[in-house]
């Protein structure tokens, strides 16, 4: 983060403007469980009175990790100040005895073999120094990575930036044009609200269908749809992933890294597949409508082993559904793309535990009978 805000600063200053940096506080996952939501809210009440209390003509909002982006796209709504979204950016992949490797996805496969005796301490210890050999969000269409995609579906983040990895020459690039882009916001000011709209949240939903994101995805847009006064609801995503295929191919569902997904074509190449079921009018941070931005990019490189076309998706339908039944009679979320054909039907005993300490404590135990 230091050298992207320096891009940041002199984007700023190279457009003619004073660039002030302020902190607000920064949301470590790991750190926070199981009150990570609570934590995003008041995140995004500090971006909110920060922005709004300061006389501020446009920020730049810089995040990274899975509550991050969204606690700052929610800030921003409310204050409704000119505001352009800079993500950290994936980390880069490791190497394993000649495996590839990323977080987080490879770490709970890994954890999990070695949970059950397939790797020693000594193998587990070489695995974690490899895991995470860059700065920069999970390598894998995790929570981070799909947020970053959803702010550049909504049109809050520059063109192709979501995917551009933290350690890229192009991820400074995009800091410094983000910089100019706030500093041009001040001439011709575009509000969050007037990109925040239920059309955008739609081309939003969209994508993360296509992408086959992060189920937690759905709370967060929800969340930002809310602050602008949109409502979503599980029958809007079912509605939306009956039409909208699968497209990309990455971990956790699929093969590939989100430095794959970069080189690939990125959100660009994503977009520009989905265009028929999107709202094209819809607009984005740097004035242009989303047709607009995508006719620039015609003819671009796509590799089409990570980004499918729409003829030839992974699935035809989209990788999450709205479920609802007994178990959950306000509803659940299910990434489909990721579930294999035995998890749509089962029948078994419930096994039920009264906490997550007395799931810790029986869940590796032997005796427990369970498959």
């Given amino acids: 983060f230091p050298e ?5 600063k002199r984007g700023v200053l190279a457009e003619g403007a004073l660039p002030v940096p302020f902190p607000v506080i920064s949301l470590g996952e ?16 500090d971006v909110e009175e920060m922005v709004r209390a300061q006389p501020m003509d446009a920020v730049v909002l810089m995040g990274g990790c899975d509550k991050t982006v969204p606690a700052e796209l929610m800030g ?26 990323g977080a987080c996805t490879d770490c709970r496969r890994f954890w999990a073999a070695y949970r059950g005796g397939k790797v020693s301490d000594t193998e587990i210890g070489e695995i974690e120094g490899n895991l995470a050999v860059t700065a920069g969000t ?7 990575s799909t947020m970053a995609c959803i702010a550049e579906a909504l049109g809050m983040a ?5 995917a551009a990895p933290a350690v890229h020459a192009d991820r400074l690039r995009i800091a410094e044009e983000s910089g100019r882009t706030a500093v041009r916001l001040i001439g011709k000011p575009i509000a969050p609200r007037e990109i925040v709209t239920r059309k955008s949240v739609e081309n939003a939903l ?9 189920t937690n995805a759905v709370i967060h847009l929800t969340a930002i749809a809310g602050r602008a006064g949109i409502r979503i609801t599980l029958d809007d995503l079912n509605r939306l992933s009956a039409e909208t295929p699968v497209l990309v191919d990455l971990k956790p569902t699929g093969d590939h890294y989100m430095e794959d997904f970069h080189a690939a074509g990125g959100m660009g190449a994503v977009l520009a597949e989905l265009a028929p079921l999107l709202h094209l009018d819809a607009l984005t941070v740097i004035g242009e409508t989303l047709g607009e931005r ?23 339908v989209g990788g999450l559904i709205g479920l609802s039944g007994s178990l959950a009679p306000d509803g659940a979320l299910l990434k489909r793309a990721a579930a294999t054909p035995a998890l749509m039907e089962h029948e078994g005993r419930a096994v039920v535990f009264s906490s997550l300490e007395d799931l810790a404590a029986r869940i590796d135990d032997p005796d427990l009978d369970v498959t």
């Fill in 158 to 162: 520059l063109p192709d930036s979501a």
């Fill in 294 to 316: 995508l006719a620039r990019r015609a003819g671009h490189y796509v590799n089409r082993a990570v980004v499918r076309e729409r003829a030839s998706p992974l699935s035809p």
């Fill in 138 to 144: 999970c390598a894998v269409m995790g929570t981070a």
């Fill in 4 to 8: 992207m805000l320096e891009a940041v």
């Fill in 76 to 101: 921003a709504v409310s204050a409704n100040v000119p505001a352009v979204m800079l993500v950290g950016g994936p980390m880069m992949t490791g190497r394993y005895r000649g495996e590839r490797l």
């Fill in 206 to 214: 969209r994508v993360l269908l296509a992408l086959s994101g992060s």
């Fill in 30 to 45: 790991v750190f926070l469980s199981p009150t990570s939501l609570k934590f995003r809210n008041l995140m995004a009440m």
